[in-house]
């Protein structure tokens, strides 16, 4: 029972007391991840490439991750997007980055990943973590972030997949789709190319990353 109710919080957090012990868990639990998505993504603080590089989190949660890359974009310019369905963690989130959305810095969006609520081509950089495992139709979610990044953007999804697979074997995460191969599936199906899964490990610790790149012909037919 306990652990049908954080699987539902982990899906889409709400703010009831279970909901709470879940946002308290994901803090505790994800830094690590969000942290190596971020160093993944390579945003330089003094990228030459990149003028004015646009990052979209998907799925921020409590919004460490968003946290984590803000402190990368020191150019004027730079902006950080986040979009999460659940009302509960937009309120969470927007309280954690309240200053940067203060100097708009960072803009949170309430939307699902299926209907991304941005123009074609806007985004640099997607990052994700523990997200995809919950969409209830990747090949959408993965159709839709290649239609907002631009020709040659990255996407970077951490996960730690013997922690997934345990908490499965204990119950949790029932309905999730914790295997990766569906996804990859998912971004080869949308036209994404490079799609590969890396084992990574930082400071002795092992995670894996989902790698992912729009591609660069699709420069030619957007900018038509
Ligand atoms: C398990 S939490 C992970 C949060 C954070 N990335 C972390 O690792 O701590 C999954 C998050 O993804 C969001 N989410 C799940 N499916 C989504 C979808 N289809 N569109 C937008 N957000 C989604 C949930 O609301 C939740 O905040």
Redesign the pocket.
């Known amino acids: 029972m306990v652990t049908k109710i954080i699987t539902q919080h982990?899906?889409?957090?709400k703010n009831t007391l279970m909901g709470r012990v879940t946002q308290r868990l994901?803090?505790r639990e994800?830094r690590f991840?969000?942290q190596n998505a971020v160093r993944l993504c390579e945003i330089q603080a003094d990228n030459t490439v990149l003028e004015c590089p646009v990052l979209l989190k998907?799925?921020?949660?409590?919004g460490?991750?968003l946290q984590e890359a803000v402190q990368y974009l020191t150019q004027p310019r730079g902006k950080l997007l986040g979009?999460?369905?659940?009302e509960y963690?937009h309120k969470v989130a927007s309280e954690r980055l309240r200053d940067h959305i203060a100097s708009g810095k960072v803009r949170l969006f309430q939307?699902?990943?299926?209907s991304i609520p941005l123009p074609a081509c806007s985004v640099d950089k997607v990052y994700?973590?523990?997200?995809h495992l919950?969409?209830?139709d990747m090949r959408a979610?993965s159709a839709e972030l290649l239609r907002v990044m631009r020709p040659g953007a990255l996407m970077v999804s951490t996960l730690n997949l013997d922690y997934l697979r345990w908490g499965l074997s204990l119950g949790f995460l029932q309905g999730a789709n914790v295997e990766p191969e569906p996804y990859l599936e998912a971004l080869r199906a949308a036209g994404f190319t490079d799609v590969r899964l890396e084992e990574k490990y930082h400071e002795g610790r092992k995670f894996e990353a989902i790698f992912a790149t729009a591609e660069k012909q699709r420069e030619s037919n957007v900018l038509k």
């Open positions: 982990l899906r889409h957090p994901m803090e994800n991840l969000e998907v799925g921020f949660g409590p460490l991750g979009l999460d369905y659940s963690m939307g699902r990943v299926e994700h973590c523990n997200c919950y969409w209830p979610g």
